[in-house]
Structure formats: structure tokens, C-alpha cells
Nanobody, 116 residues
Framework: QVQLVESGGGLVQAGGSLRLSCAAS????????MGWFRQAPGKEREFLAS????????RYLDSVKGRFTISRDNAKNTVYLQMNSLKPEDTAVYYC?????????WGQGTQVTVSS
């Protein structure tokens, strides 16, 4: 059973940075895509970034390109989301997800709040 545990959220001022971590366990993830999503109050969950575990191939939502960077540490089975130049509109609950064809495993989420 796949388990994903996010950490690293918190309160930060606009312009600041945070690094989110997603510790993955329960199986071998070499054939998996790992993704980061977020959901703000009253809004739908949106895709932010993904990384193919085996190749390191990445994809990003256009609005976060250049500010957010997804990466993975194979030895630690951990995926990261480095977030720079944070804006108040980045305030949301951030989720890690894993899957092969679809994202079918999700973490519990971590709150990110950006103050102006």
C-alpha cells in the first residue's frame, strides 16, 4: 500500500521560500509519476508539477514555472517542491500524489500560507 507523507508547509511572507517534502513508501516507485497539487479555499484542486521517477522528466503548470521546482531523491524515496518568490495567491493546502496512468495515491496535505 502506497503511503505519502507531506511536510514543510507553514506561514511565510510574500517573496519568501518554502520547500515541501513528500516521503513515499509501500512499493517501488520507479515506474511512477509523482505530482504536486494544491487546493485553495473555494477552488478546485490544481496540478502544479510532476516528475517521472525513473527519468526525472518534469512538467509544470505555466503559472509556477520559474518559481517552483520539483525534484526527487531516490535514496530517500522523497519528492520535493521548492517554492520561491511566494505570493499570497499561493496560499493553499498542498498535496503530493503518486500514480502510473492516473494519480491514485494521495498524501494528507500540508498547509501553506503566504502573508502579504
Amino acid at each position: 500500500q502506497v503511503q505519502l507523507v507531506e511536510s514543510g508547509g507553514g506561514l511565510v511572507q510574500a517573496g519568501g521560500s518554502l520547500r515541501l517534502s513528500c516521503a513515499a513508501s509501500g512499493r517501488t516507485f520507479s515506474s511512477y509519476n509523482m505530482g504536486w497539487f494544491r487546493q485553495a479555499p473555494g477552488k478546485e484542486r490544481e496540478f502544479l508539477a510532476s516528475i517521472r521517477w525513473s527519468t526525472g522528466y518534469t512538467r509544470y503548470l505555466d503559472s509556477v514555472k520559474g518559481r517552483f521546482t520539483i525534484s526527487r531523491d531516490n535514496a530517500k524515496n522523497t519528492v520535493y517542491l521548492q517554492m520561491n518568490s511566494l505570493k499570497p495567491e499561493d496560499t493553499a493546502v498542498y498535496y503530493c500524489a503518486a500514480g502510473q496512468q492516473i494519480y491514485d495515491s494521495w498524501g494528507q496535505g500540508t498547509q501553506v500560507t503566504v502573508s502579504s
